[in-house]
């Protein structure tokens, strides 16, 4: 009965590795590309973005004051997704991976966060095109700097 819930135990933890790994996710982060040069996608993402993303991120991408400190309840307030925020620091892969799954996806086991995953709610197609219209945002050298870093040479 032991060796029973020990194999479980440790298929358990086999499993959690390599959920944390993301092999089970279906889209590869670097064949995920942004496609901010896509008029249509970017349009539709301005819509997805103001209904779904700019409570907390602001209608112009400002985010929420202090954002760098947390609130009272420990979770960090929303990030800026303009240039002046951290989300340009992450390659087109992560950027897709953090909104469909959510932050605590990357975070050590019981992070609490009010970033939670929109697999449920968009699709692949609306999640690149809302971040299109981020990235459509942000001055022209931010782009080419994001477009460097996504290539695996940032
Ligand atoms: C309920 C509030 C809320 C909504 C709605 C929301 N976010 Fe967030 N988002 C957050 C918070 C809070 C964080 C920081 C979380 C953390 O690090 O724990 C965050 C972080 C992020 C990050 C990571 C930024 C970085 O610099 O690491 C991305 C990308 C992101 N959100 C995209 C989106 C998109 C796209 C939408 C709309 C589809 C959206 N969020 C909707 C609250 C929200």
Redesign the pocket.
Known sequence: MKWAILALAAIGSVLAILQGAGVFHQNRPETVRIPYDDHAAVAQGGI??AN??????GKNLEG?RN?RERKANG?????P?NEE???W??PDG??FE??KYG??AF?PPG??????G?EE??SDRE?LS??AF?KAQWPAHIRERHDILSRGKG
């Open positions: 997805i973005y779904a993303c700019a409570s907390c991120h929420q954002w979770r960090l307030p929303a990030p997704h925020g951290h989300t620091h992450h992560e950027l953090i909104t932050t605590a975070a992070y609490q966060t009010d970033m939670l929109y709610l968009l999640i809302v971040l981020i």
